[in-house]
Nanobody
Framework: QVQLVESGGALVQPGGSLRLSCTTS????????MNWVRQAPGKGPEWVSI????????GYADSVKGRFTISVDRANNTLYLEMNSLKPEDTALYYC?????????WGKGTLVTVSS
């Protein structure tokens, strides 16, 4: 059974940092592109970042470029999102999403709240 489980969300002050993790199981992690997608309260989903296999090329939404970094630990089947210089507008439920010629499997999300 394919599973994606996010963790690391928290309440953080503006300007702070967090690292989100997504542990995966049930599929060959190293063969798939992986995404982070977020959904702010009352808004639709927003794509945040992608990491591609092979080569681990990355991409970011303009709203997070230069502040967020996506990475993987393929030995431990884990996806990460390092978030720095957080802003109130980064407040959202963050989802780890597998990419199989389309976003086909989603985790349940982890909540990030940026507020003073």
């Amino acid at each position: 059974q394919v599973q994606l489980v996010e963790s690391g969300g928290a309440l953080v002050q503006p300007g702070g940092s967090l690292r989100l993790s997504c542990t995966t199981s049930g599929f060959t992690f190293g063969y798939f592109w992986m995404n982070w997608v977020r959904q702010a309260p009352g808004k639709g989903p927003e794509w945040v970042s992608i990491i591609k296999f092979p080569g681990d090329n990355t991409g970011y939404a303009d709203s997070v470029k230069g502040r967020f970094t996506i990475s993987v630990d393929r030995a431990n089947n884990t996806l990460y999102l390092e978030m720095n210089s957080l802003k109130p507008e980064d407040t959202a439920l963050y989802y780890c999403v597998r990419d199989n010629y389309g976003m086909d499997v989603w985790g349940k999300g982890t909540l990030v709240t940026v507020s003073s």
